[in-house]
């Protein structure tokens, strides 16, 4: 399998050079050249796989010829070996043909670790294939740090610097970073807010001598290998709800897209779904798009589901380019009116392609919040603020409800703690695995909102580790 870039202008790659790659030379997104076909017999064949094996199943038609089966199969098992429970991502029947698909039983409680977890050790295995390192550098506001962290911990050819506000994250938030004690782990609390440990990493990414000294890398949220890893659960709920026999919709609270476009991956490879519906928060671009046809950015809301605080959708343009029957021109035509004047249009052909396969609600924190406290009085369920405003837009946009739709969970309650005990009365508890947060042992270091700090701080832990 090789992978085109969005753009249509960087060179064709290989899956190892794409994991590595990130965003393409051309400024486009990696795309797997054709889709791999499972068929209704080969479908019905994956409904009683356990959830490694048919990971496997899915994911090796885009990693053979540089991963066997073999090294396949086993980075699989280990990465899923780490999740609470055999079911991994367990399927909870909740309304009248409606499911909730539980992704949150991780280490960090939220789904990315079904990304993050395999991206880590896929990385170590192709790094330590061809004899390289690299010193991952990210910042984060809170919430997507301990999932890197969790993804990189203790792998043999990774170094991760994780720069967070100094005071401005919670403690739980705090504590999920930093009582990883691994040796290649090293938190930064930096002086300053969110924006200022951004501008710091940027920082170090423009310093081209210091980023190839130390081989800089990032855990982009546009790497191929998130998507790839996210398809599976789509297959797994899809053939547990009734596929392939039926019809399946599923509902995705959505930030970025990357989570709905692995569904959309799903349905291109044969999965029989019949709608998206995505939610969102109070930052709406893709509601409003849907309505107007139209996208254009506008500023952040903080609210109650911060993970979906984004401006812009950075995935979106994969879905775009294949609603455009992959038609790299238009693309770049969208994409650069977006970026010289902050918004483009798109066709009413487009739309309506759009629209034969996706529908969305948005949500304000009163509204999540009363979802949630409804879900618990009904079900005696509770769901965090994300998954609410997946279950709220399935509810409000569903098409058929003959079609069993599968909503999906993306957060553990007890990580948005303060909001669902707000809407439910319920102070949800950490798993077990977690309950000890606040006694654990924390190690990290405190530094001023200084760039030469930051880089003279890695160069010298690096160098104490024999890494530089
Ligand atoms: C990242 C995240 C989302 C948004 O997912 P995208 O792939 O960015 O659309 C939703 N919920 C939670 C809990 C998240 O962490």
């Known amino acids: 399998m090789k992978y085109i870039s969005t753009r249509g202008n960087a060179p064709k790659l290989a899956f190892d050079d794409v994991l590595l790659t990130g965003l393409a030379h051309d400024g486009g997104l990696y795309l797997p050249e054709t889709w791999p076909q499972f068929s209704t017999a080969q479908l019905a064949d994956m409904k009683t796989m356990s959830y490694v094996d048919l990971a496997v199943t899915v994911m090796l038609p885009f990693v053979d010829e540089v991963i066997s089966r073999d090294e396949l199969h086993q980075i699989i098992k280990d990465t899923y070996g780490v999740f609470v429970g055999d079911d991994i991502a367990p399927l909870v029947k909740l309304g009248d043909n409606e499911f909730v698909l539980e992704l949150f039983h991780g280490p960090t409680l939220a789904f ?51 720069l967070h506000p100094s005071g401005k994250v919670s403690d739980v938030q705090r504590r999920q970073m930093t009582t990883v004690l691994s040796d290649n782990v090293h938190n930064i609390a930096l002086t300053g807010n969110f924006d200022d440990c951004q501008n710091t990493v940027k920082g170090l990414f423009a310093d081209e001598a210091f980023r190839d000294a130390v081989n800089l890398g990032a855990v982009n949220s546009i790497n191929w290998v998130r998507i790839m890893a ?16 039926t019809a399946v919709a599923f509902s995705v609270p959505t930030g970025n897209f990357g989570n709905v476009f692995a569904g959309y991956a799903a349905k291109q490879m044969g999965l029989p779904i019949s709608q998206f519906v995505i939610g969102s928060n109070a930052n709406d671009i893709l509601i409003r798009f849907i309505e107007t046809g139209r996208m254009q950015s506008k500023e952040v809301f903080a609210t109650s589901s911060p993970s979906m605080d984004i401006q812009i959708s950075s995935n979106f343009e994969r879905f775009m380019f294949e609603l455009l029957g992959r038609d790299s021109s238009a693309l770049n035509n969208a994409m650069q009116e977006f970026k010289d004047s902050g918004h ?11 629209k034969d396969v996706m529908d969305g609600e948005r949500f304000d924190d009163a509204a999540a919040a009363k979802l949630i406290g409804d879900t618990y009085k009904d079900y005696h369920y509770l769901i965090d603020t994300h998954s609410a405003i997946g279950i709220g837009a399935a509810r409000a946009r569903r098409w058929d409800k003959n079609i069993p739709m599968v909503c999906l969970a993306t957060a553990h309650p007890a990580k948005f703690p303060d909001a669902v005990k707000a809407a439910s009365g319920i102070y949800p508890e950490l798993p077990s695995h977690l309950s000890d947060l606040y006694e654990r042992e924390e190690k990290y270091c405190e530094l001023p909102g200084n760039f030469d700090a930051v880089k003279g701080h890695i160069e010298t832990t690096l160098q104490e580790r024999g890494k530089l």
């Open 230 to 245: 996210q398809m599976v659960y789509y297959f797994w709920a899809g053939l547990k709800a009734g596929a392939p026999e």
């Open 344 to 354: 483009f249009s798109v066709t009413d052909a487009f739309m309506a392609r759009l």
């Open 112 to 162: 990315k670790d079904f990304a993050l977890q395999f991206l880590g050790r896929i990385f170590d295995h192709v790094l330590a294939k061809r004899k390289t390192k690299l010193t991952i550098v990210g910042a984060t506001s809170g919430d997507t740090g301990s999932a890197a962290i969790e993804a990189c911990r203790d792998r043999d050819n990774i170094e991760i610097f994780i």
